[in-house]
């Protein structure tokens, strides 16, 4: 008869696997700050998740977590993460191989996500590689001492002791190992200090009579903590001042690099303008406006000199995320830049420190490349962009678009007079006229609000008489074309919502 060795315990191998792969992902974390920053191995896998998430799934994350669907996927790993270790370590009382092939299943969807990641270098294999290593030795070393744990009544104070000193330490310097790796890695870049070039001249008056904030409007410059936020980014690009560089190249003369005191040495330029998602739904608010201060993007485009034949231009991030954007609004008058400062402060570095690039008239994802590095001129099937290749249009041109800010939907409001107000937007070709609706009266001229500029949005009010009783209100814009915003509701994809934005009240 074989000697039976006293049945081990359930807990410690589930806690040995929670420790090894926290281990793992702690490891992960300092080795990309020594070596990578960009390549966590955390956040490579959630980034290539993103990269890979089917549409429809997208639409809905976002449509149940907003703009929260970030802080939702990492939340869903860790769920995902822990979960699996907890059956491998359930699984793993007889035989070491289940927590074996967690960690070094972990470590090939890592190593998977990294060479697959569009800005891949070999060195990106490192935090991988330890990670993977350290975890699966952690998991040995763990799992050895969690199975000396006997089962009560057996004396278990000593095997007991000895474990959770093993994994109290790992765990604690796994912990220290992560926490150092963020904090090592969210060095780099400065946006505060950075003092910006005075533009040549003052392009736009300031805004008087723009908004009708009294009414409830947003102003007409969004201050940059309510400006929205839309990336692809899990851990934002730190990019160092003095490390970036441009290159411009393709279809051009002379391929140059420019570097940031090069840039902020050319012709400042400052504008107002309004930046629209085209994953803004009717009514939605993924749209704001700042002052942009920047080069215009002909100017550097000249330095190369386009070729002719050459159609767009594809702009590269740090991150390697990439939008192509049609040659003409680039080269025309408007202020199509590359910019360095927001609202008279340097590029935050969530929108794209030290440099990004702002163009009136289209959507962000066809033109507002953030933590830009990259310009390639080019035809309109040399590069296909990031949300092209995944199903959105390739021109993106912003929609012709009105909102009702107030009343709210769903608002209760004294019968009588009342006033509704809110924003229209037509950028690059300015709004003539806003309309608004109660129930099926007609239309009712809004009253417009100063236009600094063509290119950013503009805010209307409108008095009402309501009838005591349950109302719904409608507006509808009209552009300096003449077009009226056609009531033909779409969605967002591909190319941005259509439709009349309506509210519903009650007045008492
Ligand atoms: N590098 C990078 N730039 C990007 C994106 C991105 O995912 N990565 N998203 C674009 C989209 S879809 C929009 S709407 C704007 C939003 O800019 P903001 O976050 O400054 O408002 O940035 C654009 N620039
Ligand atoms: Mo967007």
Redesign the pocket.
């Known amino acids: 008869m074989t000697p039976t060795l006293p049945a081990a315990r359930r807990g410690p191998p589930v806690v040995a696997a929670l420790v090894a792969v926290g281990a793992a992902i702690g490891v992960g974390e300092v080795a990309a700050a020594l070596v990578s920053p960009a390549a966590s191995p955390f956040v490579t896998v959630g980034q290539a998740a993103i990269r890979l998430t089917p549409e429809w799934l997208k639409a809905t994350a976002i449509a149940w977590f907003g703009t929260g669907d970030k802080v939702a996927l990492l939340a869903g790993m860790v769920l995902v993460i822990g979960g699996l270790a907890v059956v491998a370590g359930l699984l793993s009382r007889a035989d070491e191989r289940p927590g074996l092939v967690l960690v070094v299943g972990m470590g090939l969807l890592a190593l998977a996500a990294t060479v697959t990641a569009p800005t891949f270098a070999p060195l990106d294999l490192v935090p991988p590689a330890t990670a993977t290593l350290v975890g699966a030795l952690a998991w040995r070393f763990l799992r050895a001492a969690a199975v000396r744990v006997p089962v009560p009544p057996a004396d278990a104070r000593v095997g007991r002791r000895r474990f959770l000193t093993a994994a109290g330490g790992t765990a604690l310097a796994a912990a220290a190992a992560g926490t150092a790796g963020r904090v090592l890695s969210s060095g780099g870049a400065t946006p505060a200090g950075t003092a910006l070039p005075a533009p040549a001249a003052v392009a736009v008056p300031p805004p008087v009579g723009a908004d009708f904030v009294a009414d409830g409007t947003p102003p007409w410059l969004t201050p940059v903590a309510d ?7 899990l851990a934002v ?1 730190r990019i160092a001042a003095g490390d970036w560089s441009l290159r411009v190249h393709g279809m051009v003369d002379r391929e140059v690099t420019i570097d940031l005191e090069r840039l902020r040495g050319m012709r400042i330029v400052e504008a107002p303008v309004t ?6 739904e009717v009514g939605g608010t ?1 749209i ?1 406006t700042a002052r942009w201060l920047g080069v215009p993007v002909r100017d550097v485009l000249a330095l190369a000199g386009v070729r002719p034949g050459a159609q767009q231009v594809a702009s ?4 390697g ?1 990439t ?1 192509t954007t049609p040659l003409g609004p680039l080269t025309d008058d408007r202020a199509a830049l590359l910019a360095i400062g ?1 609202n008279g402060e340097p590029l935050p570095i ?3 420190f030290p440099v ?2 702002v163009v009136p008239g289209l ?3 066809v ?6 590095t990259d310009l390639e001129v080019t035809t309109f099937d040399g590069v296909v962009s ?2 092209e290749q995944r199903g959105w249009g390739r021109f993106g041109p912003v929609k012709t678009q009105s909102r009702i800010d107030v009343p709210r939907d769903g608002a209760t409001v004294p019968a009588g007079r009342a006033v509704a107000a809110g924003v229209a937007w037509a950028q690059h070709t300015g709004i003539a006229a806003v309309e608004v609706r109660v129930d099926d009266g007609p239309w009712q001229p809004a009253q417009l609000a100063a236009e600094p500029t063509v290119d950013c949005w503009r805010m209307w009010r409108v008095p009402l008489d309501l009838a005591p009783g349950a109302h719904s209100l409608a507006v509808r814009a009209t552009d300096r074309t003449g077009a009226v915003q056609t009531p033909v509701g779409t969605a967002t994809i591909p190319d941005g919502a259509t439709g009349w934005h309506t509210v519903g009240l009650t007045a008492v």
């Open positions: 400006f929205y936020r839309i990336d692809t980014v690009p930046l629209t998602c085209v994953s803004n993924l704001s590269t991030s740090a991150d995320w939008a927001m969530e929108h794209g990004r690039m959507y962000g994802y033109s507002a490349c953030k933590w830009i990031y949300w």
